[in-house]
């Protein structure tokens, strides 16, 4: 883990018009913006997020990923881990760096 610089240049792409990418109840959109802003929403369906719809901005021209994005926790379900890892994904994730859910 931890910071490591890159070989390549950067690359960068301009939306100049709406994008929008779906696949069953996922949804992404991309829009023209000055600069680079990501919202995003989650609602699961599970008992802790039952009508707890969330949504956050983040604008990386005032937000600093490594002070502010690149610690957050990520969280996953316990039904899930096993065919996770069965794909070879997930394998660093542990009770001490994610919270895990229960379906209970």
Excluded: W
């Excluded at 709406?18 to 000055?34: H, I, N, R």
């Excluded at 369906?45 to 901005?57: L, N």
């Excluded at 983040?58 to 502010?68: A, G, L």
Aim: charged fraction near 30%.
């Amino acid at each position: 883990a931890g910071i490591a610089e890159q070989d390549a240049a950067k690359r960068f792409i301009r939306i100049k018009r709406e994008v929008t990418v779906e696949e069953g109840d996922k949804k992404a959109t991309l829009l023209p913006f000055e600069g680079f802003k990501v919202s995003f929403g989650i609602d699961f369906d599970h008992p802790v997020f039952k009508g707890r719809a969330q949504t956050a901005t983040v604008d990386f021209s005032s937000t600093s990923f490594v002070k502010e994005v690149s610690r957050a926790r990520t969280f996953g379900f316990m039904r899930d881990i096993e065919k996770l890892r069965a794909m070879n994904l997930a394998l660093g994730g542990s009770v001490d760096n994610a919270i895990v859910v229960d379906d209970y």
